[in-house]
């Protein structure tokens, strides 16, 4: 029997390549679709998938789900950072 510390949980395993999904959320929904495709053209003009997430209650934040094949862990990560650093992001998940 395996036993794993539950304070360091064992990462899963991801085999490369495969589609990933990005939740982008922000302020402005037109600035988001925008930012998404400019982040998947920037990063290897991915072909990639956009839908509208869920909205807050008041109107003031908005998600939209993003998908591409991502080749690599570090293509991921790269995709991810582009993101987070972007103006009209505040959360990604």
Known sequence: MQVFDKKTPK???INYPTTWGFKIIGRDKE???KCI??????????KHICTPGNQSKTGK????NAS????TE???NKIFKYFEDHDDVDMVL
């Open 11 to 13: 990462r899963p395993e």
């Open 31 to 33: 600035a988001l679709e």
């Open 37 to 46: 495709k400019h982040i998947m053209k920037e990063t290897g003009d991915k």
């Open 61 to 64: 934040f908005h998600a939209y």
């Open 68 to 71: 591409c094949i991502v080749d």
């Open 74 to 76: 570090e293509e991921r």
